[in-house]
């Protein structure tokens, strides 16, 4: 079935730094992909997405890249800060004419002031 | 606030008992969709509602049950429960079409403990 493989499990950075997080997915016709932070408590919340006629998408410090070719996605968030430690978690909708959500198993991102 | 309200926040109950878990969806938004979330199997999508009728299925046991009302609010039954049921629950919603593309809107969650 569907999978989506996501790396690391935990970062570590120092304030400033930027973190990367890394996403492959199996189903090539998957093309809709949103990323979610978790911060502890609290439900999943939306912080980018990209869909796949797109390679790149920008928000301020958050950016996303896509490699259909490839099959994977990247989170690159620049200029970390305290605030930003949370769980992230990357998804993939496959274009199947059904409606699952297919979520990696999240990256614990600790940034350290 | 993402504007998903679920009830409750908390649930204790014990083995063999039957709950039910609440969502009201944005203001608007006409589907619903329900997962669950455990240490060991991260957000496990388990099915989605759109205007009161079932649109798609995840990995649902037989023992777990759902549906949306006119209202649009859904409801997540669970019975002859487990040990290992105990995790975090949590509903989604989306706009108004249901479409594959649609960004999904998480609630605050409802965490069971079964003991």
């Known amino acids: 079935g569907e999978n989506v493989e996501q790396h690391p499990s935990t970062l570590s950075v120092q304030e400033g730094d930027s973190a990367v997080i890394k996403c492959t997915y199996s189903d090539s016709a998957s093309n809709y992909f949103p990323w979610y932070k978790q911060e502890l408590g609290k439900g999943p919340q939306l912080i980018i997405d990209?869909?796949?006629?797109?390679g790149e998408k920008k928000d301020q410090r958050i950016a996303v890249t896509l490699n259909k070719t490839a099959k994977h996605f990247s989170l690159h968030i620049t200029e970390t800060q305290p605030e930003d430690s949370a769980v992230y978690f990357c998804?993939?909708?496959?274009?199947?004419?059904?409606?699952?959500?297919?979520f990696g198993a999240g990256t614990r991102l600790f940034v350290k002031a | 606030d993402s504007g998903v309200t679920q009830t409750p926040k908390h649930l204790i109950t014990a083995t063999g008992q039957r709950v039910t878990l609440r969502c009201s969806p944005r203001s608007g938004d006409l589907s619903v969709y329900w997962y669950q979330q455990s240490l060991d199997q991260g957000l496990q999508f388990l099915i989605q509602?759109?205007?009161?009728?079932?649109?798609a299925k995840g990995n649902i046991l037989e023992r777990f049950s759902a549906q949306q009302f006119p209202d649009l609010h859904s409801e997540l039954n669970l019975s002859s429960l487990e040990l290992g049921d105990s995790a975090l629950y949590f509903c989604?919603?989306?706009?108004?079409?249901?479409?594959?593309?649609?960004?999904?809107?998480f609630g605050p969650g409802t965490r069971l403990l079964v003991l």
């Open positions: 998804a993939a909708r496959p274009n199947d004419g059904g409606f699952k959500t297919i």
């Open positions: 990209i869909r796949s006629n797109v």
């Open positions: 989604a919603s989306s706009g108004a079409a249901g479409g594959a593309q649609e960004t999904q809107y």
């Open positions: 509602y759109y205007n009161g009728e079932e649109r």
